[in-house]
C-alpha cells in the first residue's frame, strides 16, 4: 500500500536510510571526481575597474560608528578598462593588510557625510 508518497511495505530503518543516501552521495562524488579531471581553463585579459558609492551599511559586526556598505548603483562613464597584466604589474607590492583596511567610526562617518 503507498502511503505518504511512498511504497512498500511496513516502516523504514532510519539508519538504513542514512546509511544508503550517504552510499549514494559517495558514489556520485566519485563519478564527479572523474569528470573534473579534465577541466577547462579560463584566462582573463583585461579587467574593468568601476566606483560604487559608500552608503549606510548593516553589518552586526560594527561595534562603533556606522557600518559601510557599497550601493548597486555606478557610472559607467567613470568605469576604467586596463590590461590585466599592467594592473598587476602596477600593484605589485602594494596590497594591504586587513588592519590598514579597517576604519575608524570617525572616518566611516565622515564617509557617509561627504
Not at 552521495?25 to 582573463?44: C, D, M, P, Y
Not at 604589474?89 to 566611516?108: F, I, Q
Request: hydrophobic fraction near 30%; include cysteine; charge should be positive.
Amino acid at each position: 500500500a503507498e502511503r505518504g508518497g511512498r511504497r512498500g511495505g511496513g516502516d523504514r530503518d532510519p539508519a538504513k536510510m542514512m546509511t544508503t543516501t550517504t552510499t549514494a552521495t559517495a558514489a556520485a562524488a566519485g563519478s564527479n571526481l572523474q569528470r573534473h579531471r579534465h577541466r577547462r581553463r579560463v584566462s582573463f585579459s583585461e579587467l574593468e575597474i568601476r566606483s560604487y558609492p559608500v552608503i549606510l551599511g548593516d553589518h552586526p559586526h560594527c561595534a562603533s560608528g556606522p557600518p559601510l556598505s557599497l550601493g548597486w548603483e555606478y557610472d559607467p562613464n567613470a568605469t576604467v578598462t586596463i590590461d590585466l597584466d599592467e594592473y598587476e604589474n602596477e600593484r605589485a607590492g602594494t596590497r594591504r593588510s586587513r588592519g590598514d583596511m579597517r576604519l575608524e567610526a570617525t572616518v566611516r562617518r565622515e564617509m557617509l557625510k561627504g
